[in-house]
């Protein structure tokens, strides 16, 4: 955890602060730690990528083990097509999150991988040309502040030093002064040697200032030159950042289900299909088909008719396995229960109630293949139409 600023000393600041020779460093490693940065968001959403793979997996799953428990429930009428809606939008949600899966990987990952490519061009000796442009722009810049700054700290010790030891005559010429168990000569080459330290800290310490006004004069010049190349790096940060946001944007953009107008498009439909039920109908339904409202031949009075034997019995019985026959290879009237939009090329699109030719069953996948009145022919969901 990094520590406020406030709790470090003004040396301590000044050691880490960028205008001291080397400190440039943490904004040259900008590039190298965004390189990284790079490979981790694509582990990181390669990731997400597979657990979207796994639900659409999941989900396909638990809508074919339960299709044909639905299928064959007790319910009926809207409330069983109601059952049914919910193994049907689970079907759509499989292949959205199957096209999730794939544009994490194929367009997001790729997309970061060809920018990484194009924006860090790696060394044969390692590190990056963009680093080694940075280090060698700011280290240019910085040689003569850092000659100056070892002149200047080397004039500060050497004024230091003998103002160290000004101050030790000082006190034993304070010492001596009055004191009876120094004798006179001894007292005054004290003192002689207090004029001869106070001469030599006069002039180490002009000698100082004068180094430090030198370094003074300069500091305009290297703040200008410093700042130079560090606009630079803000530059291609700025880059950096600005196609990262892009980058995530575009993630949001593929996760993001609440604006995807397939995954709208299947709950308003879901909830047409609920808000639909009906027990009013239904029970008239079932009145009518298993209750009392069925067709019934009440018991009456039947005369007896001799049998008429047909000799064209054969025939015609050859005649209607043709015409059976020919209603199969024709193909089957089908009535769509639901809208459905074609995911892929070789797919027919369609708005429920509307009527068209099923011209191949079901294959293991679910799949029929159709024909419309235009002579539109495509694959379809079998669990989306019902037989005219």
């Given at each position: 955890?990094?520590?406020?600023?406030?709790?470090?000393?003004?040396?301590?600041?000044?050691?880490?602060?960028?205008?001291?020779?080397?400190?440039?460093?943490?904004?040259?490693?900008?590039?190298?730690?965004?390189?990284?940065?790079?490979?981790?968001?694509?582990?990181?959403?390669?990731?997400?990528?597979?657990?979207?793979?796994?639900?659409?997996?999941?989900?396909?799953?638990?809508?074919?083990?339960?299709?044909?428990?639905?299928?064959?429930?007790?319910?009926?009428?809207?409330?069983?097509?109601?059952?049914?809606?919910?193994?049907?939008?689970?079907?759509?949600?499989?292949?959205?999150?199957?096209?999730?899966?794939?544009?994490?990987?194929?367009?997001?990952?790729?997309?970061?991988?060809?920018?990484?490519?194009?924006?860090?061009?790696?060394?044969?000796?390692?590190?990056?040309?963009?680093?080694?442009?940075?280090?060698?722009?700011?280290?240019?810049?910085?040689?003569?502040?850092?000659?100056?700054?070892?002149?200047?700290?080397?004039?500060?010790?050497?004024?230091?030093?003998?103002?160290?030891?000004?101050?030790?005559?000082?006190?034993?010429?304070?010492?001596?002064?009055?004191?009876?168990?120094?004798?006179?000569?001894?007292?005054?080459?004290?003192?002689?040697?207090?004029?001869?330290?106070?001469?030599?800290?006069?002039?180490?310490?002009?000698?100082?200032?004068?180094?430090?006004?030198?370094?003074?004069?300069?500091?305009?010049?290297?703040?200008?030159?410093?700042?130079?190349?560090?606009?630079?790096?803000?530059?291609?940060?700025?880059?950096?950042?600005?196609?990262?946001?892009?980058?995530?944007?575009?993630?949001?953009?593929?996760?993001?289900?609440?604006?995807?107008?397939?995954?709208?498009?299947?709950?308003?439909?879901?909830?047409?299909?609920?808000?639909?039920?009906?027990?009013?109908?239904?029970?008239?339904?079932?009145?009518?088909?298993?209750?009392?409202?069925?067709?019934?031949?009440?018991?009456?009075?039947?005369?007896?008719?001799?049998?008429?034997?047909?000799?064209?019995?054969?025939?015609?019985?050859?005649?209607?396995?043709?015409?059976?026959?020919?209603?199969?290879?024709?193909?089957?009237?089908?009535?769509?229960?639901?809208?459905?939009?074609?995911?892929?090329?070789?797919?027919?699109?369609?708005?429920?109630?509307?009527?068209?030719?099923?011209?191949?069953?079901?294959?293991?996948?679910?799949?029929?293949?159709?024909?419309?009145?235009?002579?539109?022919?495509?694959?379809?969901?079998?669990?989306?139409v019902e037989v005219v």
């Amino acid at each position: 955890m990094s520590t406020p600023a406030s709790e470090h000393g003004p040396e301590d600041v000044n050691n880490r602060s960028f205008w001291m020779p080397g400190n440039y460093q943490r904004t040259v490693k900008r590039t190298e730690d965004t390189f990284q940065a790079c490979n981790d968001i694509v582990v990181c959403f390669q990731e997400r990528a597979r657990v979207e793979r796994q639900y659409a997996q999941q989900l396909n799953e638990w809508s074919t083990k339960w299709k044909p428990v639905v299928d064959s429930s007790p319910l009926y009428g809207s409330l069983l097509k109601a059952w049914q809606c919910f193994l049907s939008s689970a079907d759509r949600l499989t292949s959205l999150h199957a096209s999730i899966c794939r544009s994490l990987v194929s367009d997001d990952a790729d997309r970061v991988r060809t920018w990484q490519k194009d924006s860090f061009h790696k060394k044969v000796f390692g590190g990056f040309k963009e680093s080694q442009d940075m280090e060698t722009g700011f280290a240019r810049a910085q040689k003569p502040w850092a000659k100056k700054l070892k002149k200047l700290d080397k004039a500060r010790r050497a004024y230091h030093k003998v103002s160290r030891k000004e101050h030790a005559t000082r006190e034993r010429n304070a010492h001596a002064q009055g004191n009876p168990d120094v004798n006179i000569d001894k007292q005054k080459k004290i003192q002689e040697e207090r004029e001869v330290a106070q001469q030599e800290t006069e002039k180490v310490r002009g000698r100082y200032e004068k180094v430090l006004e030198e370094v003074n004069r300069y500091v305009p010049r290297y703040m200008e030159e410093m700042e130079s190349v560090f606009d630079q790096s803000q530059e291609e940060e700025r880059k950096r950042i600005a196609f990262l946001k892009q980058a995530f944007l575009s993630i949001n953009k593929h996760l993001d289900v609440t604006t995807n107008e397939s995954v709208l498009a299947v709950y308003q439909e879901l909830h047409n299909t609920l808000m639909a039920i009906d027990e009013h109908e239904d029970l008239r339904w079932w009145k009518n088909t298993h209750g009392p409202g069925m067709p019934t031949d009440w018991p009456h009075f039947q005369e007896w008719t001799p049998e008429k034997k047909s000799k064209k019995g054969k025939k015609e019985a050859v005649k209607k396995e043709v015409i059976e026959k020919s209603a199969v290879i024709g193909g089957v009237r089908v009535r769509a229960l639901y809208d459905y939009v074609g995911q892929e090329t070789d797919e027919l699109s369609f708005k429920a109630g509307e009527e068209f030719l099923k011209i191949e069953d079901e294959d293991d996948q679910g799949w029929c293949r159709g024909k419309k009145d235009d002579g539109w022919e495509g694959l379809y969901p079998a669990n989306y139409v019902e037989v005219v």
